[in-house]
T-cell receptor, first 112, second 113 residues
Framework: KNQVEQSPQSLIILEGKNCTLQ??????????LRWYKQDTGRGPVSLTI?????NTKSNGRYTATLDADTKQSSLHITASQLSDSASYIC???????????FGKGTHLIIQP | NAGVTQTPKFQVLKTGQSMTLQCAQD?????MSWYRQDPGMGLRLIHY???????DQGEVPNGYNVSRSTTEDFPLRLLSAAPSQTSVYFC????????????FGPGTRLTVL
């Protein structure tokens, strides 16, 4: 069964601190892995997409890593800002009707 | 360039009523899809379309219909609303199928009483 597991479920950190969100996936065949940011009351917005041959990809203060051997990905946020408060969703491409398996997300709260 | 637009933003229905959720995109994307998002669950695919005139079922299609008469529009119809369809609905589009980056609309929050 295709699955994407994210941890932690929720996280609270102070503004300016760094944090790392985790994603473990089991999809077959695997094509790519995405991270989305979803602000409260809005639709998800793409942060990064990585294929199995890419180890890391950055988008500003967001850096995603991918280990296709262990089927793990992480999203590192540097120097967090209040606007980083959101849910972060990991999505693996592979299997299913449209081939996309969504994680349940990590709810991140940045406190001043 | 408005991206993906959805209307309405909020809707309350009574059990048994029908309605259509509208979705439009102006990026000339051939691939469009509908998801529902429920608390504690990942987004789940309802229906998708690879181009005008072509639609297919996703993971949770029961109780929903779709059509794709143009590249731009992909409406979702609830035939006879049930409380289990209370959810937030997102429309998404992408170029080149689901392999590429998806652009999501702002969502429609639906409550069925």
């Amino acid at each position: 069964k295709n699955q994407v597991e994210q941890s932690p479920q929720s996280l609270i950190i102070l503004e300016g601190k760094n944090c790392t969100l985790q994603c473990n996936y089991t999809v077959s065949p695997f094509s790519n892995l995405r991270w989305y940011k979803q602000d409260t009351g809005r639709g998800p917005v793409s942060l990064t997409i990585m294929t199995f041959s890419e180890n890391t990809k950055s988008n500003g203060r967001y850096t995603a890593t991918l280990d296709a051997d262990t089927k793990q990905s992480s999203l590192h946020i540097t120097a967090s800002q209040l606007s980083d408060s959101a849910s972060y969703i990991c999505v693996a491409k592979g299997g299913g009707a449209d081939g996309l398996t969504f994680g349940k997300g990590t709810h991140l709260i940045i406190q001043p | 360039n408005a991206g993906v637009t959805q209307t309405p933003k909020f809707q309350v229905l009574k059990t048994g009523q029908s309605m259509t959720l509208q979705c439009a995109q102006d990026m000339n994307h051939e691939y469009m899809s509908w998801y529902r998002q429920d608390p504690g669950m990942g987004l789940r695919l309802i229906h998708y379309s690879v181009g005008a005139g072509i639609t297919d079922q996703g993971e949770v299609p029961n109780g929903y219909n779709v059509s794709r008469s143009t590249t731009e529009d992909f409406p979702l119809r609830l035939l006879s609303a049930a409380p289990s369809q209370t959810s937030v609905y997102f429309c998404a589009s992408s170029y080149g199928g689901s392999y590429n980056e998806q652009f999501f609309g702002p969502g429609t929050r639906l409550t069925v009483l």
